[in-house]
């Protein structure tokens, strides 16, 4: 079997080595020739992971159509932002009865549709045949082979088949059918780890950071409520579980970007620094565009939107927080 998988970037490298192990071919696209060319001649993504040695069955290109159409599952691993670009290229391409897994953790901020909905509809594909990889995983760990426990999810029966073929002793996959809720919840958790970056920035301390993370869960909910998913998958590994690692872990770039904004750098400066992309600042506009169509109060959401966009101050944001109206904690 071969498994290809779209981005050599940090996660999907760190995807490569996992999957290397229990899969004999595995194709790795990218458009970067200098990484191309260190992951086929030294077996190291020494860009985005560098001290990393990765397996030799792991084969990185630049051929897209090589990519599609010689493998029969297909993991795509780029930013949301970029996807609907991507999928015009190979929706000419033998892709009827491939499977596709959306390793992206997105929304995109013009049509409202998650991953999962802009591969099967850009593709014409059926949508059984489309899932989406999510929860705690750091990509530096997976490439150094660190227990990683993931949700994936989509149709049930052949998400038993890809656990299978997938899991192996370091990562494990658990699977469920709420593809909708594990991809906002994989979403919209990068926008309340800019937030606790943003508060441990401004040196708020712990308990800001317990009730940032906890308010925060409870904002996720409400909007995976609205647009279907199930609350018991907030409360998984693609909620609760991803949302704890990406606000307290410092490997997270949401996290550091939310860090050098409360340390008071500007957005442009602070997305220079990371050098990569920061999924919540994209994410965030969805989120202010989803919370006005459907009228949903998500406090936390919107003050990370006009500390971006609007050139709110952190402090002014936080005091904006902490002297809303009174009211019950669930309502």
Not at 9 to 22: H, V
Not at 175 to 198: H, W
Not at 216 to 230: A, D, F, P, R, S
Not at 297 to 309: A, F, N, Q, T
Request: glycine share 8%; proline share 2%.
């Amino acid at each position: 079997m071969s498994i290809s998988i779209i981005g050599a970037g940090s996660w999907g490298t760190a995807l490569a080595q996992a999957f290397s192990k229990k899969v004999d071919n595995i194709l790795l696209y990218g458009r970067d020739k200098k990484v191309i060319n260190d992951i086929n001649k030294t077996h190291q993504n020494k860009k985005y992971l560098p001290n990393i040695k990765l397996n030799k069955n792991i084969k990185a290109t630049e051929n897209i159509k090589e990519t599609i159409e010689n493998s029969e599952i297909i993991i795509i691993a780029i930013p949301t932002q970029t996807i609907k670009e991507f999928l015009e290229k190979i929706k000419n391409f033998n892709v009827k009865n491939k499977i596709f897994i959306s390793a992206s953790k997105g929304i995109d901020i013009d049509t409202l549709e998650l991953v999962s909905e802009m591969i099967y509809k850009g593709l014409s594909i059926d949508e059984e045949n489309v899932f989406a990889l999510s929860g705690p995983s750091f990509a530096k760990e997976v490439a150094q082979g660190l227990p990683t426990a993931i949700t994936l999810a989509g149709e049930i029966c052949k998400a038993k088949e890809l656990q299978n073929i997938l899991s192996s002793e370091n990562f494990r996959l658990y699977i469920s059918e709420d593809i909708k809720g594990v991809e906002l919840a994989g979403a919209v958790k990068n926008v309340i780890a800019i937030a606790t970056g943003i508060s441990d920035g401004l040196n708020l301390g712990n308990n800001a950071r317990a009730g940032l993370i906890t308010r925060g869960l409870y904002e996720i909910n409400k909007l995976v409520n609205i647009l279907g998913g199930k609350t018991e998958t907030i409360y998984g590994l693609a909620g609760l579980g991803d949302l704890v690692l990406t606000a307290t872990g410092n490997l997270s770039r949401n996290r550091r970007f939310g860090l050098l904004i409360g340390q008071g750098k500007k957005s442009e400066e602070a997305l220079k620094e990371i050098g990569q992309v920061v999924e919540g600042v994209k994410t965030v506009k969805a989120v202010k565009k989803i919370s006005e169509k459907y009228n949903l109060e998500l406090p936390i959401s919107e003050m990370v939107y006009k500390i971006i966009y609007e050139g709110l101050s952190p402090k002014k944001a936080v005091k904006k927080l902490m002297s809303r109206q009174p009211k019950k904690e669930f309502q």
